[in-house]
């Protein structure tokens, strides 16, 4: 683990996506929640606040970090067909929440996954990435 004792707190923002992509049928049956798991935009939302929250015990040597916020948007986007998923991780910390942002939308999209994968395996789970993270010594970094 990386020692942070001499850093500054200070407020610190990451914002990370992902994209499931699938048959369209499966996404219109999300979108009608008809799906026998039951409203898979909202379990999937919950999941990813959880897996922020518990992501020191996820990826070993990650601090634990105390969040003071989590933000997930989900998109239904026929055009994939499939789901866009982004987070939005706040905390005050000596070290930034990138990791935290990267697993929200993880087991967003997994989640997603899971509950849909009855009707439609061949979904596609990619372009997970950081966009943006916000605060601490190196300041704003954005994807270009």
Known sequence: ???VSGKDVSARTARASG???MELP???AIRANSLAKGDVVSVARIAGIMAAKRTS???PLCHPLSISDVQIDVVL???LPGIRVEATVRTAAQT???MEAITAVSVTLI???DMAKAVDRGMVI???CLQEKVGGKSGLWRRG
């Open 19 to 21: 994209v499931i992509r």
């Open 111 to 113: 989640t997603i996954y």
């Open 57 to 59: 015990e996820l990826i």
């Open 1 to 3: 683990m990386v020692n």
């Open 96 to 98: 930034g929440v990138e």
């Open 77 to 79: 986007d026929h055009e």
């Open 26 to 28: 499966t996404l219109d």
């Open 126 to 128: 990619t372009d997970i």
